[in-house]
């Protein structure tokens, strides 16, 4: 069993940036992929990015990519997501997800069996 907790989400002004954290306890922290995804109110979760575990595998949603990155830090069970420039579209609650099996095509939800439980980010424009 994997458990995921989320952190670092909070309340910013458009422009500005947060670096969010996902750390993981249980399973073989090394061969997880783990993806982000969010979820804003009255809208669908979508995909933001996700990482293999070799580090050098990631992907990113089309909307994201260029002004958030993905990276993992294997010794500290941790996969971090730096999001910069930051909108007001990017308000949501930021989830981290895990699975085995990194395939490139890795974005969508039901493909991943573990979840966190979530952090909000709120961007005020």
């Known amino acids: 069993q994997v458990e995921l907790v989320e952190s670092g989400g909070s309340l910013v002004q458009a422009g500005g940036s947060l670096r969010l954290s996902c750390v993981a306890s249980g399973g073989t922290f090394s061969r997880l992929v783990i993806g982000w995804f969010r979820q804003a109110p009255g809208k669908e979760r979508e995909f933001v990015a996700a990482?293999?575990?070799?580090?050098?595998?990631?992907i990113y949603a089309h909307s994201v990519k260029g002004r958030f990155t993905i990276s993992r830090d294997n010794a500290m069970n941790t996969v971090y997501l730096q999001v910069d420039s930051l909108k007001p579209e990017d308000t949501a609650v930021y989830y981290c997800?895990?699975?085995?099996?990194?395939?490139?095509?890795?974005?969508?939800?039901?493909?991943?069996?573990?979840w966190g439980q979530g952090t909000q980010v709120t961007v005020s424009s």
């Open positions: 990482i293999n575990w070799d580090v050098d595998s990631s």
């Open positions: 997800a895990a699975k085995y099996g990194w395939t490139g095509r890795d974005s969508g939800d039901h493909e991943y069996h573990y």
